[in-house]
Nanobody
Framework: QVQLVESGGGLVQAGGSLRLSCAVSGRSSTNYAMGWFRQVPEKEREVVAAISWIGDNTYLAESVKARFAISRDSAKHTLYLQMNNLKSDDTAVYYC????????????????????WGQGTQVTVSS
């Protein structure tokens, strides 16, 4: 049974930083891609960042690419999202996601690529 649990969210002032973590359990292999998505009320879930299973191929959404960084520790089955210079528009529930085992070392930016999701962690940025 695969489970993803996010942590690290909270309330922060604009310009501040947070580091989100996503712990994956129930998997022995590490050959799965992962990503971070966020969602606000009345809007669709959108990709924030994505990373290949090895970790050297990454993607950041245009709105965050100068401020965020995605990384993973395969040995710990943990995904991270470092968020710097946070803005009010970053306020959302952040979800981590993982694919089923993959062969190629690619990242994925669409929701349909992901089969496993965490329950989300709230990030609130005050202006």
């Amino acid at each position: 049974q695969v489970q993803l649990v996010e942590s690290g969210g909270g309330l922060v002032q604009a310009g501040g930083s947070l580091r989100l973590s996503c712990a994956v359990s129930g998997r022995s292999s590490t050959n799965y891609a992962m990503g971070w998505f966020r969602q606000v009320p009345e809007k669709e879930r959108e990709v924030v960042a994505a990373i290949s299973w090895i970790g050297d191929n990454t993607y950041l959404a245009e709105s965050v690419k100068a401020r965020f960084a995605i990384s993973r520790d395969s040995a710990k089955h943990t995904l991270y999202l470092q968020m710097n210079n946070l803005k009010s528009d970053d306020t959302a529930v952040y979800y981590c996601a993982a694919t089923r085992p993959v062969i190629g070392n690619l990242y994925y930016t669409k929701i349909h690529h992901y089969d496993y999701w965490g329950q989300g962690t709230q990030v609130t940025v005050s202006s």
